[in-house]
Structures are given as structure tokens and as C-alpha cells.
């Protein structure tokens, strides 16, 4: 993995070996440029590159591709998220060009939640290509410059492929035999569901290094502060393929309330320093969810930054 | 087979309130054995009619019938002289039947009196589920005989996506996760490293994509 495929800072900043930090922001439901920029702004430093979501949850929004452009304008770094729920094969082969275009140099090939979730439950779903076949195509487009058609690409797209992974999902058996799937597709990083099961996600990543997985992709591992003990009662209970620990959870519920916000950063920064020194992590995406404005203290006091020049 | 439900009453009788003889046209099929269109419902179907244009002081002649298929040229000639008898005809066969109908007595409303929901199985008494979504290609060979075209909510041919939870789907906890089942069966079968080969990019214009769908036989046709 020496040479780069695009001009990505995050492709540079992993490839070098540092840990690679990555953050993410939803776009508005809305046409506000604003409120992406302004949470683009207050990580900018903090992080190699920014996910910016595709539609999460099946809830309307600014289009993932117009938000990149957003950022990408005020000189951040964004990774285009694609869900293949709302487009077919034709229209993300023309995102994705148009995300080149701009030189938009990364992204992450979703499947997308179910839109029965959003707020048009009574819509059609594409599923065209599944998330493994988006990156398959991605690769296509940028390693032999052509389309899936077969036609030659005038200019193929540059871009920095990545996929997702959940280390907790049912059935536990194909964790890594999935992973190693994506990567066989062509995903060059892997950003996984959020971890609060440090000795689950241990074991995980153990398999992918003894499965030589880690040779052939960065994981970054993904985070997610808990705001309170009912976000992390929530995230429990409700939110499927994610596990949470009763000690979590007691940890929290045995601070004030006021004080519960504060002791979920703790928890954060200690994962991600735990982490830091287990073998094949490549890197962390930190999910502030509607609280980017945290992200640079996390980075931070996980000592995290400075960001590495590339 | 092709599985249907009975249309709710208040729809029916919106459809053929403004005729005033109407026959109701069963399917001795699919319909029958799943219990929405045949001549047991054609019956019940009639009566309640009857009963409601009655209680209305309507007089309708509601008319009963049922056909072998209707979707067979041979089974729906069986209906030629006695067409004209009525205003309209409400048809419980699957959408085929009601169409095939409509074809061949052109100055006849056909109404349907199912909706049809997909090609299934009965699971269980009073249980019909989806097996088929007919996409023209068919991965069963691939997939250890589970069909993740009309089992998985998003056809996901390399599965399972991340919200599969203790073998239940995401979009609820009553539909069985598609993976989660061809995942056991590879087990089973001991193929599981069939499950690494990665399902390349499907050709759907098999599948509805590609416009109305024929099959032509030389060797059968006449």
C-alpha cells in the first residue's frame, strides 16, 4: 500500500502510518449551508477528513454530495458517504464522478438503513448494487477507467475507497469472513460500527490480523461519546448491532447528571487511548452525534493532535 | 403460487355500487388455496353484497362463478355466453386473471376484488410468505436455496447488511433475517466458504427493470 490512489489527505495520513482521525456530519434537513459548514469548521484541525452522511436514518436531507462540496470549499476534507437505497447504478456512477469532479478523494459504500426508519416509509428502495458491489464498482471506475458498461472513462475518478463493518452484528461467525469479503471488493478502509465492548472488538480485530486482514486495509475504529445514561440505555436497547456493556452504563449512572456528559468523554478518551495501542487499529472515526463541537477535546486529550502534516 | 388478499369490503362496494348486475368471478388456482378468490370466497363475497345493497334498498343481481383458471384462454371462454348478462364483473383472481379477463371481453369493467401480494408459500395454517419476487435470474444455486432477492427488504446479495439482529431483520423483529438463514443453511451444508465468493453485480433487466417479461417456446407452440 505505498503508492496513492487519489489525492486524499486521510490515504497520506495512514499510509504513513499515524493514526488516521476521521469525524462526521449530517447535513441539514434543509438548504442552510451554514450549519454544515459551521460543524465542518469547528473540527476542521482536529481531523484528517470529515464523513458527511448519506441520508442517515432514511430522513431526507441536503444531499450528501452537495454537503461535501460544503466542506470541501472551506478546505476540509470530506468522505463522500453513498447508501445504495436511493440510487441506481447510473446515478452513482454520476455521483461519483461528480464527487471527482471536485475532488472529493474519499468514500464510504453503505447499504443505507431501511427507509421504513425515515420519513418516506411508503417509498420505493433501490438496492441496484449492494454496498460490496458499490465499492466493487468504485474500483472499477478508478483502477481500469471505465464504467460498468464497459465504456472507457474520459478522465477516470481519483478516490480513496472505504467500507463499513460492524465487529458486533449477528451472525457473529462471519465478522470476519465479511470483512474479508469488502476488502476482497476492494474497500482500502474500513470504518467500524461504534465500540464500547473493548475485549469484543479486541477479539475482532485480532481475527482480521491473524487473517493478515490488516495488511491489506486501515481499520479505524469508530466512536461514539455518550451524552447521558439514557443515550446509552438507548443505544442498548434500540439500536440494532450495537453493544453496549452494563458497565457502561453504570459508570455513567453512578455520576450526577450533570456531570454524566463529561464522564461519557472520559470513557471516550480512554477507549480511544486503549485502543490506540492494540495491534491492526489504523485509526479512529469519532461519531459526535449532534455534538461536534466535542470532537476537538477528544482528539485532543486522546492526544491525538496535532493532526500530522502529509 | 401466486398469493392474494381479499380487497377490504368498503372498496369493493365503492367500485361496483354504480352497476347494477354484477358477477363475481372466482379462481379455482392459487387464490383457492390460499383462500381469497375461490368459490367458497366468491360466496361469501356475493352474500354480503347482497346483504349490503339489500339493507340499502338497492335491487342488484349479483351473479356467482367460479373458473378453473383465468388465466387460460380455454377456462375464461367458459364465461362468453353469459359476459353480456352483467353490467361489471369483479374478478378474485390474482392481478393476472383480472387482466387476462379484461382482455378478452373488452366492453366489460373488470374490477379486482384481491390484492395481489407475491409469489409464496403457506408457511402454516392462515400463513402465507414470500419466497419469489420472479427476478428472471435466479441465485438460489448460490445462496444455499434462500432467495435474498424476495427474503432480504434490501435484495442484498452479499449479506447480511448491519442491522440483522439475533437472526431477525431490521425493519422488524417478526421477519427473519434472509442472511441469517443462508448463512445457517451453508452451515448445514457445509459450504461455508461459499459464503466468501462475492456475488457479482446483478443483471436485473430480467427482473421488472427490463419492461414486460415473455417467455417464447418454439418447441411448445403450435
Given at each position: 500500500m505505498s503508492e496513492y490512489v487519489s489525492n486524499s489527505r486521510l490515504e497520506r495520513v495512514l499510509k504513513a502510518g499515524h493514526l488516521g482521525v476521521t469525524s462526521e456530519c449530517g447535513p441539514p434537513r434543509g438548504t442552510d449551508a451554514e450549519e454544515v459548514k459551521k460543524k465542518g469548521l469547528l473540527i476542521k484541525d482536529h481531523v484528517d477528513a470529515v464523513n458527511v452522511t448519506d441520508n442517515q436514518t432514511a430522513m431526507t436531507r441536503m444531499s450528501s454530495l452537495a454537503a461535501c462540496i460544503h466542506l470541501k470549499l472551506q478546505g476540509i476534507e470530506p468522505v463522500l458517504q453513498m447508501v445504495t437505497r436511493d440510487r441506481n447504478r447510473v446515478a452513482l456512477q454520476s455521483d461519483i464522478l461528480g464527487a471527482a469532479s471536485?475532488?472529493?478523494?474519499?468514500?464510504?459504500?453503505?447499504?443505507?438503513?431501511?427507509?421504513?426508519?425515515?420519513?418516506?416509509?411508503?417509498?420505493?428502495?433501490?438496492?441496484?448494487?449492494?454496498?460490496?458491489?458499490?465499492?466493487?464498482?468504485?474500483?472499477?471506475?478508478?483502477?481500469?477507467?471505465?464504467?460498468?458498461?464497459?465504456?472507457?472513462?474520459?478522465?477516470?475518478?481519483?478516490?480513496?475507497?472505504?467500507?463499513?463493518?460492524?465487529?458486533?452484528?449477528?451472525?457473529?461467525?462471519?465478522?470476519?469472513?465479511?470483512?474479508?469479503?469488502?476488502?476482497?471488493?476492494?474497500?482500502?478502509?474500513?470504518?467500524?460500527?461504534?465500540?464500547?465492548?473493548?475485549?469484543?472488538?479486541?477479539?475482532?480485530?485480532?481475527?482480521?490480523?491473524?487473517?493478515?486482514?490488516?495488511?491489506?486495509?486501515?481499520?479505524?475504529?469508530?466512536?461514539?461519546?455518550?451524552?447521558?445514561?439514557?443515550?446509552?440505555?438507548?443505544?442498548?436497547?434500540?439500536?440494532?448491532?450495537?453493544?453496549?456493556?452494563?458497565?457502561?452504563?453504570?459508570?455513567?449512572?453512578?455520576?450526577?447528571?450533570?456531570?454524566?456528559?463529561?464522564?461519557?468523554?472520559?470513557?471516550?478518551?480512554?477507549?480511544?487511548?486503549?485502543?490506540?495501542?492494540?495491534?491492526?487499529?489504523?485509526?479512529?472515526?469519532?461519531?459526535?452525534?449532534?455534538?461536534?463541537?466535542?470532537?476537538?477535546?477528544?482528539?485532543?486529550?486522546?492526544?491525538?493532535?496535532?493532526?500530522?502534516?502529509? | 403460487m401466486i398469493i392474494a388478499e381479499k380487497k377490504p369490503i368498503e372498496e369493493i362496494i365503492q367500485e361496483v355500487k354504480d352497476f347494477d348486475r354484477i358477477l363475481i368471478l372466482g379462481c379455482n388456482e392459487c387464490v383457492t388455496v390460499c383462500e381469497a378468490g375461490g368459490k367458497k370466497e366468491v360466496e361469501v363475497l356475493a352474500s354480503v353484497l347482497r346483504m349490503y345493497f339489500m339493507a340499502q334498498g338497492q335491487e342488484k343481481t349479483i351473479g356467482e362463478r367460479t373458473l378453473e383458471r383465468q388465466c387460460d384462454h380455454e377456462y375464461l371462454e367458459e364465461i362468453r355466453n353469459i359476459i353480456d348478462d352483467y353490467d361489471a364483473v369483479v374478478s378474485l383472481a390474482c392481478g393476472v386473471g383480472v387482466q387476462f379477463a379484461a382482455e378478452k371481453y373488452l366492453t366489460t369493467p373488470l374490477l379486482p376484488g384481491v390484492n395481489t401480494i407475491c409469489l409464496g408459500a403457506n408457511e402454516d395454517r392462515g400463513l402465507w410468505t414470500e419466497r419469489c419476487q420472479a427476478c428472471g435470474t435466479c441465485v438460489l444455486a448460490r445462496t444455499g436455496g434462500i432467495c435474498p432477492v424476495s427474503r432480504c427488504a434490501k435484495r442484498v446479495l452479499n449479506g447480511p447488511c448491519g442491522g440483522s439482529t439475533n437472526g431477525k431483520c431490521e425493519i422488524s423483529k417478526d421477519t427473519d433475517c434472509a442472511w441469517q438463514l443462508i448463512i445457517d443453511r451453508l452451515k448445514a451444508l457445509d459450504k461455508m466458504d461459499d459464503y466468501e465468493k462475492v456475488a457479482p453485480v446483478k443483471d436485473w433487466s430480467t427482473d421488472r427493470a427490463g419492461g414486460p417479461r415473455t417467455v417464447i417456446r418454439e418447441d411448445v407452440k403450435i
Open positions: 471536485f475532488d472529493i478523494p474519499n468514500m464510504l459504500c453503505l447499504s443505507g438503513d431501511h427507509q421504513s426508519f425515515g420519513d418516506c416509509a411508503q417509498g420505493q428502495n433501490v438496492h441496484d448494487l449492494d454496498s460490496m458491489q458499490l465499492v466493487q464498482t468504485v474500483r472499477h471506475m478508478r483502477d481500469e477507467g471505465k464504467f460498468l458498461g464497459g465504456d472507457a472513462i474520459k478522465q477516470p475518478p481519483k478516490i480513496f475507497v472505504g467500507a463499513a463493518a460492524n465487529p458486533f452484528a449477528d451472525p457473529f461467525e462471519i465478522r470476519i469472513p465479511r470483512l474479508a469479503k469488502k476488502i476482497a471488493c476492494g474497500a482500502e478502509f474500513i470504518q467500524t460500527q461504534c465500540i464500547y465492548n473493548l475485549d469484543k472488538f479486541k477479539e475482532w480485530m485480532r481475527r482480521a490480523v491473524d487473517r493478515g486482514l490488516t495488511e491489506k486495509t486501515f481499520i479505524m475504529a469508530g466512536m461514539t461519546p455518550m451524552k447521558s445514561v439514557g443515550m446509552a440505555k438507548y443505544m442498548k436497547n434500540k439500536v440494532p448491532g450495537m453493544d453496549v456493556p452494563e458497565e457502561i452504563i453504570n459508570r455513567l449512572a453512578g455520576v450526577e447528571k450533570k456531570k454524566q456528559a463529561e464522564e461519557g468523554i472520559n470513557i471516550c478518551v480512554e477507549h480511544i487511548q486503549e485502543l490506540s495501542e492494540i495491534k491492526g487499529v489504523a485509526g479512529f472515526h469519532i461519531m459526535a452525534i449532534e455534538w461536534e463541537e466535542k470532537v476537538p477535546e477528544i482528539v485532543e486529550r486522546s492526544g491525538l493532535y496535532p493532526r500530522p502534516k502529509v | -
